[in-house]
């Protein structure tokens, strides 16, 4: 089937829009969902690689561009009405912003007397350490497409020369007074500063000792 004729089978919404369910090809763990225009399905396959829309930042995105977590897409189907999508795909990292393995990590819990609790099954500590480790891993084991890989092998200037430009990120959406953009942006901040930490030899315990001598 050519693209054009799959795009026909497709139901988008009054924006142009269709949500689109990524799955892990190997675990089947649900990873994410987020929205797909035309133009992003066509990037993802032309590419190999998830390509999504983001209805915040009105503009195509490549998953894992800047993190290094990317999607390469395995199955690609649709449902039987045509308006939501499902991606398999071979995830390179977790798939959440948050470092968690999937979004879905809010477990909502029902007891005997129907009370609801929702039980996290990922700490934030974890999380910066599981990114942590994978940010090592990638330093000395080189894969294709990695974004992190990118960073160390133009060195220590194109590093700070992020953590200068998301510094900045920060400030903006910090004036702006844009409590969504501050989240994304402190998150990009703080994923190249741990890229910096991993190229300058620090460590998580080295930080959280010095963080921890601040109680006071």
Same mark, same amino acid.
């Given at each position: ?77 649709? @449902?039987?009405?045509? $308006?939501? &999508? *499902?991606?398999? #795909? ?9 470092? =968690? !393995? ?50 160390? @092998?133009?060195?220590? $200037?194109? &590093? *700070?020369?992020? #953590? ?9 959406? =910090? !004036? ?41």
């Amino acid at each position: 089937m050519a693209l054009k004729e799959l795009l026909k089978n497709i139901k988008f919404d009054d924006q142009g829009l269709v949500p689109a369910i990524a799955q892990d090809s190997q675990s089947k763990d649900v990873l994410m969902l987020a929205y797909m225009n035309e133009k992003s399905i066509e990037k993802t396959f032309e590419t190999g690689y998830a390509h999504y829309y983001s209805r915040r930042r009105k503009q195509l995105w490549k998953k894992g561009e800047t993190s290094g977590h990317l999607q390469k897409v395995e199955h690609f189907s649709y @449902d039987c009405d045509g $308006d939501t &999508i *499902l991606i398999q #795909v071979n995830q390179t990292g977790p798939a959440c912003h948050t470092g =968690a !393995k999937t979004c879905f990590y809010n477990e909502v819990l029902l007891d005997d007397t129907k009370t609801i609790s929702i039980k996290s099954r990922e700490e934030n500590l974890t999380m910066v350490s599981d990114l942590f480790e994978l940010i090592k891993k990638r330093k000395i084991q080189p894969v294709e497409n990695s974004y992190t890989q990118y960073l160390f @092998d133009k060195g220590i $200037d194109k &590093i *700070l020369k992020k #953590v200068g430009e998301e510094s900045a990120e920060v400030i903006i959406a =910090a !004036k702006n007074n844009d409590k969504d953009e501050l989240i994304y942006e402190l998150s990009d901040l703080v994923y190249h500063s741990l890229v910096l930490m991993v190229e300058q030899g620090v460590s998580l315990k080295e930080l959280m000792d010095e963080l921890q001598s601040r109680h006071r």
